[in-house]
C-alpha cells in the first residue's frame, strides 16, 4: 500500500497548469488514467460506507485521473461533514489500483451555549451566525459568531474581551455541545481624550464633535465606548469640524488607546495635523438659465456669518472686508439646496456640479480657493401618470381629492411629499414609510410616473369606556363613527357621553362631496346637559341641531365657503328660587335661531398634527332679530394657524419620517348687539372653556386680568368679555401615528366691549404637551406656567398648572 503521491502531482499540475514543457512519459501515463479496481472506505462512523462512495462519485472500472480524484474530493467536503480526507491506493500486478478513502468525520453539534455572555444576546448571535444543531460542526460558522460576539461588546465598550471555544462529549457517540467561553473584561470607560497637534482648536472644541466623550458628573456623560462611533469621530467628524473651518487638508495621523486594565479607564490620545486654514478668492455661477444669479447666490453668501467659522477675516474690520474663510458644510448644504430648488421646480435630470480649486498660495502664504457652481439643467420633467396602488375600500377620486401633484404639472419633489402626507392625513389608512408608499419611475420620454399606494386600516369602530377632565368630571361614554362610510370619506357618528355632570347625546352625518361633486353638507343633532358648578348656574339642558352647506369658493381647490343654520334651547334644572339676583341675571334661558357664514382656506398637511401648511377661517354669525328666538346680535371671530417644518429627526425611507415643526396661531373674535346669553360669550383661561391660555385656572382670565376663583366682591358677570385675542406659538412633533408632544408658549385676554380689544395688553403662559388620539377623541396633557398669575390681594403668584384636556390638540 503507497499514498498516492504521484497521482495528487498530477493532480496538481494538471489543475494549475504549472507546466509547459512536456511531462515523462510514466507522468504521461498517470494522466491518461488508471483502472480502480475496488474501493474502501475508512475512519467512518457516522457516515455509511456506500453513502461516502456516493458523494466520492468514482466506482469500480472507472479510468481516474488526477483531477477525476480532486473533485471526488471536493464534492465530500461540500457534504460539510468531514474534518480531513486522504485517498490511498494499491496496485496491483494489472496495473489496476484499490482506492482507499480514509475520512476524519467532523463532531455533530447537539446545542450551543454562551458561558461568560452578559452584555450581548446569545439568541441573537446564534440566530446571525447561522448556528444550526443536529448538523455537524461549520467552523466558519463558529468563527462568524465569534466575530459577532467580539463586535457587539466593542460596540457596548467591552474592547478587551476574550472568546474561546470548547466542544464537550456527550452520552452519544460523535456528538457535543459546543460552548463559547466569553471573558468580557471590564468596560471601557473613557476618563480621557487628549490632542497632539491641535493647535487652531481645543482639545474641548474637539471633543465636542466627537461622539465619544468622556466621563463627566452629570449623569448623562458616562463616558461609553463604542468603537464603531469611535471610527466615525476619526474618520468623519473631526474632519468636518476643521473642514467647516476652512482647514482642508487636516489629517489625523494616529490615535492610541491607553487601558488601565484594573478599573477599564481609558485615556484616548489623538494625533492631528492641521494644515493651514483656506479662504474664498472667488466665487461664481455658470450655466444657470432658469434662476438668476443673483437668486442662486443668495443660497450661498460667503460674507455671511452664518457660513463662515468664527475665526477673524483676513483685513480685520467687519465682515465686508477681506476674504472669508471657506466653510465646507456651508459649501455642501448650499449645493443641496440649489439642486433640491431645481428638482422643486421640475428639473429633475438637472446636474449641479460643486467646482473647488485650490489656488497657489499668495505673498501673504495663505492658500486660498476659487469656488464655482457648474449647473447643466437638462430639460424639464412633467408627471405622465398618477396611480394609486392598494386602496380596497376607499374609492380613488377620495385620495385623488387630496393630490396636489396632477399629471401634466411640473414635477416637484415637495408637491409629492405633500400629496403623500396629505393622504396619509386622512386617517384611512396605515402610516407607510416614504419608501414602501411613494413610486417615482421615468418614461421613455423622460416624464415622471408616480404612484402612491396606501394600504387600508378599519375605520369604523364601536367605542365604549370611561374618560376624565376638568369640565365633566368622570363620565362614561358609548359611541359609534365611522369616517369613511361606504369608501367615500362620508362621515356618520353617535356618541353618548354620561356622568354625573353632563349627559350629551350627539348624532351626526356629513357628505364632503355631495352625489360627487365638490358642495358638502352635514347635519347635527345634540341633546346635552352641562353642569356649570363652577360659575354656580347649576345644570344647563341644551336641545336643538344645525344643517351646514358647503361650497369651493369662487372654484378654488383649498378655499371654502360654507352656510350653517342652527337652532337651539337653553334651559336650566335648578330652581329659581334657590338663586339669587345675580344667578337668575346669569341664566340664559332661551332660544338662539342663528346663521353663520364661514369662509376658510386648509392647507394643512395632517388635520391633528400638522407639520406643513396653514389654515384661516373668518366666521360672521348673525343670531336672533329677522331669524327669530331671543337676542339680536353679530359675533364676528377669526384664526390663522401656520405650520413649518424646521428640522427632521427621522429621515430613513424605510421608516415614517418625524417632522420638528414650527406652529404659530391667532385667533379672536368681537360681539356686538343685544346678547342675552351669558354662557355664550368669551371665556378664557384653562383648557375647558372657550379659548385656552394655559397656566390658569378655567375660566380666571378676565377684563381685568387674572382673577382667581374665591376673589371676595367679584361678580360673576365680570368674568365674561365681549371680545378675545388670544396667540399660540409652539414647536411640536408627531412621535407616530396617534401620539404628539410639544412646548408652547400662550399669550391672550379677553375684554369687557368689542371696543376695548387691545392685541398688546396679553397675559402669558408657557409649558409643554402630550397628546393622543382615542376613538373617543383627542386626550392631552399639559404642563404650563402661568406668568401673569395674581393671588386674591391681587399681588404677582406666577407658577405651574397642570391641564387635562379633552377634544382639543393645541
Known amino acids: 500500500m503507497r499514498f498516492l503521491v504521484r497521482i495528487l502531482l498530477t493532480t496538481a499540475l494538471v489543475t494549475l497548469g504549472a507546466r509547459a514543457d512536456p511531462l515523462p512519459a510514466q507522468t504521461q501515463a498517470e494522466v491518461a488514467g488508471v483502472r480502480v479496481d475496488s474501493l474502501h472506505v475508512r475512519g467512518n462512523t457516522r457516515q455509511a460506507t456506500p453513502v461516502i462512495l456516493a458523494d466520492f462519485g468514482i466506482r469500480p472500472g472507472d479510468v481516474v485521473t488526477g483531477r477525476n480524484l480532486h473533485r471526488g474530493i471536493q464534492r465530500l467536503y461540500a457534504t460539510g461533514q468531514y474534518e480531513d480526507i486522504r485517498i490511498y491506493a494499491v496496485e496491483s500486478a494489472e496495473g489496476s489500483v484499490t482506492l482507499i478513502v480514509e475520512v476524519i468525520e467532523r463532531p455533530i453539534i447537539t446545542s450551543y451555549s454562551f ?269 405622465n401618470l398618477v396611480n394609486i396602488a392598494g386602496n380596497t375600500n376607499t374609492h380613488e377620486r377620495v385620495i385623488r381629492d387630496r393630490l396636489v401633484l396632477l399629471p401634466g404639472d411640473v414635477y416637484g419633489d415637495e408637491r409629492i411629499v405633500s400629496s403623500y402626507q396629505t393622504i396619509q392625513g386622512l386617517g384611512f389608512f396605515e402610516p407607510l414609510p416614504p419608501n414602501e408608499a411613494l413610486s417615482v419611475r421615468p418614461n421613455e420620454e423622460g416624464n415622471i410616473d408616480v404612484t402612491f399606494r396606501v394600504e387600508e386600516r378599519q375605520t369604523g369602530n364601536i367605542n365604549f369606556g370611561a374618560t376624565m377632565s376638568a369640565s365633566i368630571g368622570i363620565a362614561g361614554f358609548v359611541g359609534y363613527e365611522q369616517p369613511n362610510l361606504f369608501g367615500q370619506a362620508k362621515s356618520g357618528r353617535f356618541r353618548w357621553l354620561f356622568g354625573s355632570r353632563t349627559n350629551d347625546v350627539e348624532v351626526g352625518y356629513s357628505d364632503p362631496s355631495v352625489l360627487g361633486s365638490r358642495n358638502s353638507f352635514g347635519i347635527t343633532l345634540r341633546s346635552s346637559r352641562d353642569r356649570y358648578s363652577f360659575i354656580g348656574l347649576g345644570r344647563r339642558r341644551q336641545t336643538g341641531g344645525s344643517v351646514m352647506f358647503g361650497t369651493p369658493f369662487l372654484g378654488a381647490r383649498w378655499t371654502r365657503i360654507s352656510l350653517r343654520y342652527s337652532l337651539f334651547r337653553d334651559e336650566y334644572d335648578s330652581d329659581e328660587d334657590e338663586l339669587d339676583l345675580e344667578q337668575r341675571q346669569l341664566l340664559n334661558v332661551g332660544t338662539r335661531s342663528s346663521i353663520e357664514l364661514l369662509l376658510a382656506r386648509d392647507t394643512r398637511n395632517h388635520p391633528l398634527f400638522p407639520t406643513s401648511g396653514s389654515r384661516n377661517s373668518l ?103 365681549e371680545s378675545y385675542f388670544g396667540l399660540t406659538a409652539s414647536i411640536g412633533m408627531n412621535l407616530g401615528g396617534n401620539f404628539f408632544v410639544n412646548a408652547f408658549y400662550d399669550a391672550g385676554n379677553v375684554w369687557a366691549s368689542s371696543f376695548g380689544l387691545n392685541p398688546t395688553d396679553l397675559l402669558r403662559g408657557f409649558g409643554f404637551g402630550v397628546s393622543i388620539v382615542t376613538p373617543v377623541g383627542p386626550l392631552g396633557i399639559d404642563y404650563a406656567y402661568g406668568i401673569d398669575r395674581r393671588d386674591i390681594s391681587g399681588n404677582p403668584d406666577p407658577g405651574w398648572k397642570l391641564h387635562f384636556r379633552f377634544g382639543q390638540i393645541f
Do not use: C
Open 115 to 383: 458561558r461568560g455572555l452578559e452584555h450581548a444576546s446569545g439568541g441573537a448571535i446564534r440566530d446571525t451566525a447561522g448556528l444550526a444543531t443536529r448538523k455537524p460542526l461549520d467552523p466558519s460558522a463558529v468563527h462568524e459568531a465569534t466575530y459577532h460576539i467580539r463586535r457587539e461588546l466593542s460596540e457596548k465598550g467591552y474592547v478587551t474581551a476574550r472568546v474561546d471555544t470548547s466542544l464537550v462529549a456527550t452520552d452519544r457517540v460523535g456528538e457535543y455541545r459546543l460552548v463559547f467561553d466569553v471573558d468580557e473584561g471590564r468596560r471601557v470607560v473613557v476618563a480621557a481624550v487628549d490632542f497632539e497637534g491641535n493647535e487652531q482648536l481645543s482639545d474641548g472644541e474637539l471633543i465636542g464633535a466627537m461622539k465619544v466623550k468622556p466621563e463627566g458628573f452629570l449623569w448623562w456623560r458616562t463616558g461609553e465606548f463604542r468603537e464603531e462611533e469611535y471610527k466615525e469621530d476619526l474618520e468623519v467628524n473631526l474632519i468636518e469640524l476643521y473642514g467647516s473651518m476652512g482647514y482642508l487638508d487636516i489629517q489625523v495621523l494616529d490615535d492610541t488607546m491607553i487601558v488601565d486594565p484594573s478599573t477599564g479607564k481609558t485615556r484616548l490620545v489623538i494625533r492631528v495635523e492641521e494644515g493651514l486654514q483656506y479662504r474664498i478668492a472667488e466665487f461664481e455661477i455658470e450655466g444657470n438659465e432658469y434662476f438668476a444669479t443673483e437668486a442662486l447666490a443668495q443660497r450661498f453668501d460667503p460674507r455671511s456669518r452664518s457660513l463662515l467659522s468664527r475665526l477673524p477675516l483676513i483685513g480685520g474690520g467687519s465682515d465686508d472686508e477681506g476674504e472669508p474663510v471657506f466653510n465646507t458644510h456651508a459649501w455642501r448644504d448650499a449645493t443641496e439646496q440649489i439642486q433640491q430648488l431645481y428638482r422643486n421646480a421640475g428639473f429633475l435630470y438637472a446636474q449641479v456640479d460643486p467646482v473647488v480649486e485650490r489656488l497657489p498660495q499668495g505673498e501673504d502664504g495663505l492658500p486660498r480657493v476659487r469656488l464655482k457652481w457648474r449647473i447643466q439643467e437638462n430639460p424639464r420633467a412633467y408627471v
Open 619 to 721: 366666521a360672521l354669525e348673525f343670531v336672533g332679530g329677522p331669524l327669530g328666538g331671543d337676542g339680536n346680535y353679530r359675533k364676528l371671530t377669526f384664526a390663522s394657524d401656520w405650520f413649518t417644518p424646521i428640522a427632521r429627526l427621522r429621515s430613513d425611507p424605510t421608516q415614517t419620517p418625524i417632522d420638528l415643526a414650527l406652529g404659530l396661531s391667532l385667533k379672536g373674535g368681537i360681539i356686538a348687539g343685544d346678547n342675552p346669553f351669558y354662557l355664550e360669550r368669551f371665556f378664557m383661561g384653562g383648557v375647558q372653556y372657550g379659548p385656552p391660555l394655559r397656566g390658569y385656572e378655567e375660566l380666571t382670565i378676565t377684563p381685568l386680568g387674572h382673577v382667581p376663583r374665591g376673589t371676595p366682591g367679584f361678580s360673576r358677570l365680570d368674568r365674561v368679555g
